[in-house]
């Protein structure tokens, strides 16, 4: 899948719109996702234009991907869900249901998530 350069985390990195921004680094932003599905949801992403883990892993230098692994447990840190527990996703593809075609991760914690998948209707 070709990047799209229009995607909403894109247009966040240019600038476009604003986001809720919590950390930043040479490689990484992240910040609140604007729909919460836990008391604590941020969302990781590259700043170089990847579509997913998918393409991040196979392109991304090792300085991209050290950076995005350092700053998602950073970010957990920096929110404090450390110590109770948290819980990293990062959705590829359709079956996945990715809705934003830019790679970000995930960090939910704040309370019990309970079991990792919902069965498919
Ligand atoms: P995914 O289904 O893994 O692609 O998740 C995309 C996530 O991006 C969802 O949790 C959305 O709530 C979140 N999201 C979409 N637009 C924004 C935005 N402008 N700022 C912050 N989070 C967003």
Redesign the pocket.
Known sequence: MAYDPSN?FAR?LRGE?P?DKVHETEHTLA?????P?APVHV?VIPKGSYVSWDDFSAKASDAEIAGFVRAVGEVARLVGVDAGGYRLLA?HGANS????PHL?V?IAGGRPLGPLLMKAG
């Not at 910040?31 to 729909?35: A, K, L, S």
């Not at 249901?97 to 934003?100: A, D, G, I, M, R």
Request: glycine residues 0%; proline residues 0%.
């Open positions: 909403i966040i719109i986001c910040f609140h996702d604007i729909h599905q969302l959705n249901h990715q809705e934003v970000h995930h």
